[in-house]
């Protein structure tokens, strides 16, 4: 597929812990198309969130080859990886993983801070972004003083700092009601439908029927 | 947002933990300034002392060590094994002043304070001493004391008032004018009235001696050695031997200033270390976000060394205070009672001020290196996964 903006090859991850090898992912080949919709779904441990991993920049495999938007991630060096994923990819995590001790702005800034924004674009950026969630009253607000869907809708807004094409997200409505599945979701297709690429790792059935592609992963094998 | 603002955030989330690791650097630092300034105006005091001795060669008991000749310059007690006798043959050496002095110590209100006994005019021609209050001795019989503007102070003494000394009600009757060394804290008695009261009759415990010639030193010492048996050592010597003392006693104190601001480096990195722990899935969001390694290794290095900065000007500010403050308040001996002087005219050592800031900030800084290290080495995925 010509505008794969993932693509994985023969990839593998093993865990050693002591003498015992754990498989956890093993010959994974794969192709995301750009602007697309995608859930990777499967049982818990099967290598979903490990898959996500990788294909996001975060980890490396241990064979195979990983490319994202056009360079091959496994092989570059740390630094470049790491601006890589700052501008390239935004995560978005289950359990919302904001830095507590900033407010909703600041977490936004933070990652506009990482990829070279100055502060006063940070500024305007980050309350068109919160506007765009629908949490404009909250720039000021800590995480400790947001709903659980508020902060994922915070979340989500950072994963969007620094314009990325791909969103990863790990579980994103797993510790929400349904009333904040809903509103998230809503978001997700507002952004799908602005040619974001959406990955989303997920055992939420009604996420899945919403996703253009779905991947499943059994055994840390595509299935 | 900028790192230096998420690093300052990062620190005052744990008030606690930042003002107790705050308060190690704090005290590391204030005792090493305090160290270093007590033993830096210690030096400065010695040579002061020298200089006002007035003398060039000084005539102390045969055998004497370095330790007799830092009592001439502290005012310490002395043994008082030199005869008048002995005096007035070296004094009959053509080209000398001679001015001997009994060095003792008594109590006034259960505090030690020195006591000279002086031959009044023959003093006076080694000291620039002005007089602030009362009169000086008028003769070398006088039946009064004569005392330092700081011992005046400190026992709240004037002319007309009344000390005991050995047993004895002595009433003073003159306060010299503040020298800014070790003559400020004594009583000075007629020679012959000290002599008697410490059971010391017709000796003195050394003499300053003042040469007319400064070429002819060398044949000085000589003439004086072969006129009596006793020691004889020149202004410069007596500096040399006195500085070795003190420089050991220097090297002392910086090490104990050393084991505090290690004690303080290790706090930090034991701050740093639990941070990293504590921390760890915010290392990981932040990786997440795109920080590289080096920007994390940043993020605690600029941690630590603000540690340094902020402790470092507070342990100085502490430091100065504690010199100046508690010098004064130092017990009389050999040795502190330089310190003692000095912390009266302790002036703030720019250098040291400086330079201790800067030391402060270079300890944090190494310190928070191997913890900076482990945090930046963290894999994303663990840090971000840590519960």
């Not at chain 2, 709240?156 to 060394?181: A, D, F, H, Y």
């Amino acid at each position: 597929m010509s505008n794969a903006i993932i693509r994985t090859e023969s990839v593998s991850k093993h865990y050693a812990t002591g003498d015992i090898t754990t498989i956890a992912l093993r010959d994974i080949s794969l192709e995301i198309p750009k602007g697309s919709f995608t859930c990777i779904v499967g049982p818990s441990g099967h290598g979903k969130s490990t898959l996500m991993h990788l294909i996001g920049g975060l980890d490396r495999p241990t064979g195979g080859k990983v490319w994202l938007d056009g360079t091959e991630i496994s092989s570059i060096d740390n630094s470049s990886l790491a601006k890589l994923r700052g501008v390239k990819v935004g995560f978005v995590f289950q359990f919302f993983n904001l830095l507590q001790g900033l407010t909703a702005q600041e977490n936004i800034e933070t990652a506009m801070m990482l990829a070279g924004v100055p502060e006063k674009k940070q500024a305007s950026r980050s309350l068109e972004l919160l506007a765009m969630v629908g949490l404009a009253d909250k720039a000021g607000s800590k995480p400790s003083q947001l709903s659980g869907g508020q902060q994922q809708r915070i979340a989500i807004a950072r994963a969007l700092a620094n314009e990325p094409e791909i969103l990863l997200m790990d579980e994103p409505t797993g510790n929400l009601d349904s009333a904040s599945e809903a509103e998230i979701m809503k978001i997700l297709h507002v952004l799908h439908g602005q040619g974001k690429t959406i990955v989303i790792v997920t055992h939420n059935e009604d996420i899945a029927r919403a996703a253009e592609r779905i991947i499943h992963v059994k055994d840390g094998m595509l299935h | 947002m900028t790192l230096s603002k998420l690093v300052v955030r990062n620190i005052t989330r744990r008030r606690g933990r930042f003002v107790f690791t705050l308060l190690g650097i704090t005290i590391g630092i204030a005792s090493f300034v305090t160290f270093q300034s007590m033993g830096g105006n210690l030096k400065k005091e010695i040579y002061r002392e020298t200089a006002s001795l007035g003398a060039n060669l000084v005539v102390i008991p045969k055998g004497s060590c370095g330790f007799e000749q830092l009592s001439v310059l502290t005012g310490d007690q002395m043994p008082t094994n030199i005869t008048m006798e002995e005096i007035k043959k070296v004094a009959a050496i053509k080209g000398l002043t001679v001015v001997p002095f009994l060095a003792q110590k008594t109590a006034i209100h259960n505090s030690p304070v020195s006591v000279n006994g002086i031959l009044p005019e023959e003093t006076r021609k080694l000291k620039a001493w002005t007089v602030a209050d009362g009169a000086y001795f008028s003769t070398g019989n006088d039946r009064g004391a004569v005392v330092g503007m700081a011992a005046a102070k400190q026992f709240k003494l004037n002319p007309g008032s009344v000390v005991t000394i050995r047993g004895e009600q002595i009433q003073v009757q003159g306060v010299l004018n503040e020298t800014g060394g070790r003559d400020d804290f004594t009583v000075f008695l007629p020679l012959p009235l000290a002599q008697r009261l410490f059971k010391a009759v017709d000796r003195v415990s050394y003499a300053a001696v003042k040469v007319d010639n400064l070429t002819l030193t060398d044949s000085y010492i000589e003439k004086i050695n072969e006129a009596v048996g006793l020691g004889v050592v020149s202004d410069k010597q007596m500096l040399k031997s006195v500085l070795s003392i003190v420089g050991s006693v220097n090297i002392t104190l910086q090490l104990i200033a050393a084991v505090s601001v290690l004690a303080a480096a290790f706090g930090i990195i034991n701050t740093m270390m639990t941070a990293t722990y504590e921390r760890k899935r915010e290392i990981g969001i932040l990786q997440a976000l795109g920080a590289k390694q080096s920007t994390i290794f940043t993020a605690f290095i600029m941690e630590s060394g603000f540690y340094g900065l902020i402790g470092g000007v507070s342990g100085v500010m502490a430091g100065l205070i504690t010199s100046i403050v508690a010098a004064p308040y130092i017990s009389s001996n050999a040795f502190t009672t330089l310190v003692k002087g000095s912390g009266t005219n302790a002036a703030i050592d720019y250098k040291l001020v400086i330079g201790s800031v800067l030391f402060s900030v270079v300890v944090a800084v190494a310190a928070g290196l191997y913890p900076a290290w482990r945090a930046a080495r963290l894999s994303p995925v663990e840090a971000i996964s840590y519960e």
